[in-house]
């Protein structure tokens, strides 16, 4: 048989022949004769070989499946990939051998065997199944029981503790006090107030014991005749024709047991004589010598005739000792207290508090009798014994025995998945052996799959495509309204406006901008499901990013009295290569949140190279409220990066987990620290999930949309960082994450360069200062001093007045400022007096400056020490380089000088910038043309408007005035990225006709290179919007609404290399 390799047109490889020998040698040797052994292999190659080579190949199955492959599996799939068309061969001979080799007999008998097997192994398919089905139709059934035999079980032992609990009370009030403290209206009262905590009874009532001789002066001090029961349960009274008075009397004898307490609900047994009834009798009399809860039988009720029970319990004597014997219970007896529980009434309340209490049916027996129990709850009908459970009820008695049975309301349903994956193997089976006859057909049939499965690979792209072009078309339909919105208040502005009114429109602005915001939140946490989020990579400021989120959050912390500060280490880069944006997107959430849920204390950032906090981790033991910014306790920020994978497993950081494999990288790790009000225990678990927030009175109180962490999230996953926190309930939180910047300064030497140079343009107007910073907390002062260092002053630090004052007589160094804190300066006003007359007395030509540092814009207390030239000079805070360089300069008596540090907008150079250049407007939008016209015309442009692209073309057509033009990008007919194109098209067709002199440049305007900067103006927020953009030739892009500072980063680009712009070479 192996000689039939010789039939194909072409050898087949050593290797595959090699194969198949070992192949059939490992089934030689397994017992199988030639025959049967050929017979395998032919199956299982007709089968195999219905798979194209393509689907293996294409679809990844070679990476993804052959770990799950066995050795020689994958050597047929290496086989296959290697050498294709020798398999295809392979396939061929096995096809021959399966058409000619064997007899049609072989045949019949092969497809009867394989159908009347699979026959068998569908019936025990279904056999299988059904029996799965149904043993889970019993469990389903058993735990329904349990559930609701355990439910009703529980609740009967609560409302019994309470029943115990009123025996108690009345021990003390009514027996253990003379006169008593209890008298009906009080225990109806009670009684009725406390129902809740007996939700399974119907009422309560108290019997106390009465012995014959005390009968007559008992009925006459209650007015009342003791009544007998055993006649009203020979005769089923009706609720509506019971009248006590009608009563008998109770017959003579030994004791009596009337109720003088009882519910409203049963008041009808008050002087019903309980030991006059045969049943209640037995169960007083157990209840009392047991010292334990008796239940009866069930019974007909008085007055509601509803089948119920009663629950009796002996009241004792405040003095019965605990180990009393039976006899000794007897006679230290007062009452007897009975909880009447409405059984069928309780039990369906019960059932209708589960959701599937539909799908059963349920009965309560008292099975104390076993040969005839007692139905107490349900209808007796006849009972499927293999769908039947019973659950065992313990009410606390262990005479009376109750169970609970349970069945399904509806007949079990067909076994529909076992008849249909039993008719499905058959099916399959069958079908196999078509296949085997029909396996080209078959590739065919897959191949024609394949191709559908790349129409929806086609499919799935353009609906990915579709999505980015929603997002895109959603911020753009409801950014547009919103720009005009902003644009028109902000114009209403600058307008002549009253106190009330300008409150009014700032009060709309940060509604807009709140709006705004959330639309870039929920546009953020879409780009993030879809992947569409990029980062940049831009150098920019670290510290200068810090500086901008406290200049934002330094109103509200002023408000609230928070004390805000921000501390980077001096190791940290000025510059770093990043997302700038997306940096300052993490800090503005957290620090958000930090002030949302902050009321007093501090909220803290420092920034520090990961290297620095792994060899001072061990040092940094301390958490105790001295050594925080305010004085307040805050949570171990150590423990926010114990989840960090970077750590040992001892918990420790491994340095070389952190050390960069190149030095261009910066590993930075940034904490914010916050004294507020806690996360709670129960909902850490879901901080990063989207969308959800603590409880819905945080989102009433405190607003928000819940997805700020979880983009922080996200964006620190894309910077190749990681985030965590830990937070203590009333104490505070603190969210520390990691991320990788890439440093400007590729050696160390660059590096200390770049610092000595930063230092010295930051130290130019403070150079060969000494400031003593006054303070008692040593983070405070490490904050203060980081930010005069900035600033080039060399620091002293000194803990209180009196030492600063000796540091100052020393003449050690020259002070030329002291800076004190605020609360240090109001807790003592004398001290605060005296230091500024030794001041005074000081013999100096330039006295040191004072400076006082606080929180907040209105101070508590007015200083008393302004007097001698030392009117002390107020810095609030949170400090920032450019505000203390201000601050400074005006206690320094430079005022007049320009602040070089300022980061605020240029608005000056903006408006030089714009003055008298002619600028283009494109809007279809009527108020947006007005928005950006107005906002323009502001700082000195001559603004043009059209409102199609089409006239926009009209207007740039070489030779023109203007300077720029602003084009927004959807606008009908003709959208803004068309009319680009067609104005730099028609701008590169007059060029080059200029340069091959087809015409002079004089026509033109003495221009050579026409080249008109365009901004696109629009609302998208895609990342694929800005590429478009760039691609058809615009030459910056603004997202609207814009402001100032934006619409001055992107005019001063493209205005500053327009000069720069080449001319496009001519084609």
Not at 1034 to 1057: A, I
Request: charged share 20%; aromatic share 8%.
């Amino acid at each position: 048989m192996l000689d039939a390799f010789s039939f194909l047109p072409t050898p087949l490889p050593s290797e595959i022949k090699k194969q198949w020998k070992t192949q059939m040698s490992y089934l030689n040797a397994l017992g199988l004769d030639l025959k049967a052994t050929h017979l395998f292999l032919t199956l299982c190659c007709c089968i195999l070989s219905e798979i194209p080579m393509n689907w293996f190949i294409n679809c990844g199955f070679m990476e993804k499946k052959i770990g799950f492959l066995g050795y020689r599996a994958k050597i047929w799939l290496k086989l296959w990939e290697k050498i294709p068309a020798s398999v295809w061969k392979l396939h061929q001979y096995y096809q021959y051998i399966w058409s000619k080799k064997f007899p049609r007999r072989w045949w019949k008998n092969l497809l009867i065997a394989w159908v009347i097997g699979w026959i068998l192994v569908s019936f025990w398919t279904f056999w299988y199944m059904s029996s799965l089905v149904t043993e889970r139709r019993k469990e389903a059934i058993a735990s329904m029981c349990d559930e609701r035999a355990r439910m009703l079980q529980d609740q009967f032992n609560v409302s019994m503790n309470h029943v115990q609990a009123l025996s108690i009370l009345i021990s003390t009030f009514h027996h253990g006090k003379n006169p008593s403290s209890i008298d009906q209206a009080t225990f109806a009262k009670y009684t009725e107030r406390t129902t809740f905590e007996r939700p399974l009874t119907s009422g309560v009532a108290y019997a106390v014991r009465v012995l014959h001789p005390e009968r007559e002066h008992f009925e006459k001090q209650q007015g009342w005749t003791i009544k007998r029961m055993d006649t009203m349960e020979q005769t089923q009274v009706q609720e509506d024709d019971y009248a006590p008075e009608t009563q008998d009397p109770s017959p003579v004898q030994e004791e009596y047991a009337p109720v003088i307490f009882a519910q409203d609900t049963i008041s009808h047994v008050i002087s019903i004589d309980m030991l006059s009834g045969k049943e209640d009798r037995e169960n007083v009399l157990r209840a009392r010598a047991s010292g334990k809860g008796v239940l009866t039988a069930p019974f007909r009720l008085l007055k509601s005739n509803r089948l119920g029970v009663i629950l009796t319990f002996a009241v004792y004597k405040s003095e019965l000792p605990s180990n009393a014997t039976p006899n000794e219970q007897i006679q230290a007896t007062d009452g007897y207290i009975g909880g009447v529980f409405d059984v069928e009434s309780l039990v369906e309340k019960l059932l209708h508090q589960l959701a599937s209490k539909q799908t059963i049916i349920v009965n309560v027996y008292d099975s104390t009798n076993l040969s005839h129990p007692i139905s107490m709850y349900g209808s007796d009908e006849d009972i499927d014994d293999e769908m039947y459970h019973i659950s065992t009820l313990n009410f606390g008695d262990p005479i009376r025995k109750h169970e609970m049975h349970c069945r399904f309301k509806q007949k079990p349903p067909w076994p529909w998945l076992a008849i249909t994956t039993s008719i499905g193997v058959l099916v399959i089976a069958l079908l196999l052996g078509h296949i085997i006859h029909a396996t080209i057909n078959r590739i065919a049939k897959v191949e024609d799959d394949y191709q559908k499965m790349m129409g929806l690979k086609k499919r799935a792209e353009a609906a990915d495509v579709a999505k980015s072009q929603f997002l895109a078309t959603v911020s753009h339909e409801i950014r547009t309204p919103m720009n005009g919105v902003l644009g028109m208040l902000q114009m209403l502005m600058d307008t002549d406006l009253d106190i009330t009114q300008q409150d009014y429109v700032r009060t709309a602005q940060a509604s807009g901008k709140a709006l705004v915001s959330l639309i870039n939140e929920v546009l953020d946490q879409a780009k993030i499901e879809s992947g569409k989020l990029e980062l940049e990579a831009v150098r920019f400021d670290l510290r200068a990013i810090l500086d901008d989120v406290l200049s934002l959050f330094s109103g509200k912390s002023q408000d609230k009295g928070i004390e805000l500060a921000v501390y980077i280490s001096n190791r940290v880069p000025e510059i770093v290569i990043g997302d700038p944006g997306r940096f300052r997107q993490i800090i503005t959430n957290l620090m958000g949140n930090s002030i949302k849920f902050t009321e007093k204390g501090h909220i803290f950032v420092t920034v520090h190279l990961v290297e620095e906090v792994i060899n001072s981790i061990e040092v940094e033991t301390d958490v105790s409220s001295k050594n925080t910014l305010s004085g307040l306790l805050v949570a171990d920020r150590r423990r926010s990066w114990e989840t960090f994978k970077k750590f040992s497993q001892e918990g420790r950081m491994c340095p070389q987990a952190f050390l960069s494999t190149s030095s261009e990288l910066i590993n930075l790790i940034v904490s914010v620290e916050d004294t507020g009000v806690g996360i709670p225990l129960e909902a850490q678990s879901r901080v990063f999930t989207p969308f959800m927030q603590v409880g819905p009175s945080i989102a009433r109180t405190h607003g928000g949309t819940g997805i700020g962490l979880s983009i922080s999230k996200c964006l620190v996953g894309m910077m190749n960082g990681e985030i965590g926190f830990v937070s203590e309930p009333q104490i505070g939180s603190t969210f520390t994450f990691t991320v990788v910047f890439t440093n400007v300064c590729s050696n160390l030497n660059e590096y200390k360069n770049q610092q000595n140079n930063q230092s010295k343009s930051l130290s130019s107007e403070f150079h060969g200062i000494t400031a003593l910073v006054v303070d008692p907390r040593p983070v405070r002062a490490k904050v203060t001093r980081y930010h005069l260092q900035r600033l080039g002053i060399q620091v002293e630090i000194t803990s209180d007045l009196n030492e600063g004052f000796d540091s100052i007589a020393s003449g050690t160094a020259v002070i030329n400022m002291v800076l004190v804190e605020k609360e240090v300066w109001d807790e003592d006003m004398d001290l605060s007096k005296c230091f500024v007359n030794n001041l005074r007395k000081i013999d100096l030509v330039d006295p040191p400056k004072l400076v006082l540092l606080e929180n907040s814009i209105s101070s508590t207390k007015t200083s008393s020490a302004n007097s001698g030239g030392y009117t002390p000079t107020i810095i609030s805070k949170p400090l920032r380089a450019s505000m203390l360089a201000a601050s400074l300069q005006r206690a320094m008596g430079a005022a007049s000088k320009v602040n070089c540090h300022n980061r605020g907008l240029p608005i000056l150079s903006l408006r030089n910038l714009l003055h008298g250049k002619r600028i283009l407007v494109v809007d279809d939008n009527n108020v947006n043309l007005r928005v950006a016209a107005g906002a323009l015309k502001k700082y000195g442009a001559d603004v043009e408007c059209r409102d199609t692209g089409k006239k926009a073309i009209s207007m740039l057509r070489p030779p023109h005035h203007f300077d720029a033009c602003f084009m927004d990008i959807q606008m009908p007919e003709m959208d803004g990225f068309e009319a680009t194109r067609r104005i730099r098209d028609m701008e590169l067709d007059i060029n080059c006709r200029i340069q091959h002199g087809e015409v002079s440049a004089a026509a033109y305007g003495n221009i050579s290179n026409w080249h008109v900067p365009i901004l696109a103006m629009t609302a998208d927020v895609i990342q694929a919007t800005h590429e478009e953009c760039l691609r058809c030739g615009m030459d910056g892009y603004v997202s609207k609404p814009f402001e100032g500072e934006q619409l001055y980063r992107e005019v001063t680009r493209f205005f500053n290399s327009n000069s720069d712009t080449p001319p496009k070479a001519c084609t």
